[in-house]
């Protein structure tokens, strides 16, 4: 699943991996234990994955598309 980066200093994913929750997917990028609903943003924002989980669940009660 992982492989040296050309830089020789860093790894890379070879192929995709299926994690079971956001905690566990941040804990292999980290490299530790993170609280995968506030490690995510959402790129080049400061939303994190709470605050957009949160929006969508809020528009599906809601009806909004």
Known sequence: ALAQAEDGANFRVIRDLTFS???????????GSVNGRL?????????TYADWREAQLTQTASGAP
């Open 39 to 47: 490690y995510w943003r959402i790129a080049g924002t400061q939303t």
């Open 21 to 31: 929750s956001p905690s566990g997917a941040g804990a292999f990028v980290y490299g």
